[in-house]
Every structure is written in C-alpha cells, then in structure tokens.
C-alpha cells in the first residue's frame, strides 16, 4: 500500500467514525436538554451533518458528488416519489395490519408529542430526518465503507443497522421493524441511483406523510 492510500485509508476510517458516531450518539435529547425545545432537538443533527460535508471537502478533499450530491435527473426525482409511496405505504400496512396481528404498539407518546409541536417545527423536523440522516446514515458510511472494504453489502448491512438501530431509544423496539423496513428500501435506492438527492426526496415524504399530512388537516 502507498503512502497515498494509506492516508486516504486513514481519512475515510476516521469520516467514518465520524459520520456514525454522530449518528449514535442522542443528539435530539442533548439538543433539548442544553438548548431547549423543541427546536433544539434539531440543532445539533444540523451541526452533525455540516461537520461530515465539512469533512469531505476540508479534510478529505473532495467533491460532496463522492457522497452522491449530484444534480437529480428526472429518473432520479421519479423513483424518489415512487419510493416515497412505498415506504409510505408499507409503514402504514405494518401499523395497522401487522403489529395489530403481533400485538405490539409502537411508542404512541411520542409521535403525539411530535403532532402536539407547532406545524412549522414539524416541517423542519421532517426536512431534518431527510437531509441530516441521509447523509449521516447512508450516502457517506454506504461510500466509504464500500471503498474502504470493497464490499457493497458489507456497507449496506452496516449503515442499515446502524439506522434501525438509532430508532430503539426514541420509538421503541416495534418501530425497529418500520426503521428496518424504510432504511432497507432507501438503501436499495441509494445503491441503485447514487444520488442523494431522491433519496432524501423519499425520506422526506415518508415522514411528511405521517407527520404533516394529518396534522394539517387538523390545523385547518
């Protein structure tokens, strides 16, 4: 191995602790503890994931496009709808078919406490999970990890774990099954397209879905 690949090696490894470490760690309950909610519990996701595209250009030195921001083609757009729908769908089946017939209930408190917060609070809640986890979550760990081992599914099993895994503390262990579920379609669609962009598209209809859509509803 080079001198020169080692330290991309090196540098990789450590955006990869970066990125997953910022990823793991309670930042929504450190952002509301320290600076107050429910804003805060956003901040501090922000930070995280200006840090890691600080990483790449500062440190790394390269384009954002090695962790798929490239300019959406139409396909790109389209499959982010389509993918959008599905986990939309699929996530509303599990809920109201599946854990009924398992018995199990997913943490109801705080997804009333999320519908019970201001409709604009909401919106950036959602536009948060979409560009902030996307790219904590799956476009750099799924990049790096692949170039680092060589090994896609390596670094789909990775990153897909390390999303579901990241749901238990706040929804509990029922909504492991949802986070699995949506973060195996997103990863499928990251590997399919490469483009950040559909996937934080679909992300954030998913989540607008079930966050927005009722809730502005009972606004008007």
């Keep these: 191995m080079t001198e020169r690949q080692s330290q991309h090696w090196t540098l990789s490894g450590t955006g990869l602790v970066l990125a997953l470490g910022f990823a793991v760690l309670p930042l929504s309950h450190w952002g509301e503890s320290y600076i107050g909610r429910p804003w805060g519990r956003e901040v501090l996701w922000w930070v995280a994931g200006l840090v890691v595209l600080a990483y790449v250009i500062a440190a790394e030195r390269r384009?954002?496009?090695?962790?798929?921001?490239?300019?959406?083609?139409?396909?790109?757009?389209?499959?982010g709808l389509i993918f959008g729908i599905v986990l939309f769908v699929g996530a509303a089946v599990l809920d109201g078919i599946v854990f009924p017939a398992l018995h199990l209930k997913i943490n109801t408190a705080t997804y009333n406490a999320i519908i019970g917060t201001p409709l604009m609070y909401r919106i950036a809640l959602v536009s948060?999970?979409?560009?902030?986890?996307?790219?904590?979550?799956?476009?750099?760990?799924?990049?790096?990890?692949?170039?680092?081992?060589?090994?896609?599914?390596?670094?789909?099993?990775?990153s897909w774990a390390i999303f579901t895994y990241a749901h238990?503390?706040?929804?509990?262990?029922?909504?492991?099954?949802?986070?699995?579920?949506?973060g195996a379609l997103l990863t499928i669609l990251y590997l399919w397209r490469r483009n950040i962009w559909s996937n934080m598209l679909a992300h954030w209809i998913a989540d607008s879905s079930f966050v927005l859509v009722p809730l502005l509803s009972a606004h008007h």
């Design 63 to 79: 384009p954002l496009s090695s962790i798929g921001f490239r300019t959406p083609g139409w396909w790109d757009i389209g499959l």
């Design 128 to 158: 948060r999970a979409a560009v902030c986890e996307e790219i904590l979550f799956r476009a750099y760990p799924l990049e790096r990890l692949r170039e680092w081992s060589g090994s896609v599914m390596l670094a789909s099993v990775v």
């Design 168 to 182: 238990l503390s706040t929804w509990g262990a029922p909504q492991l099954i949802v986070a699995g579920f949506g």
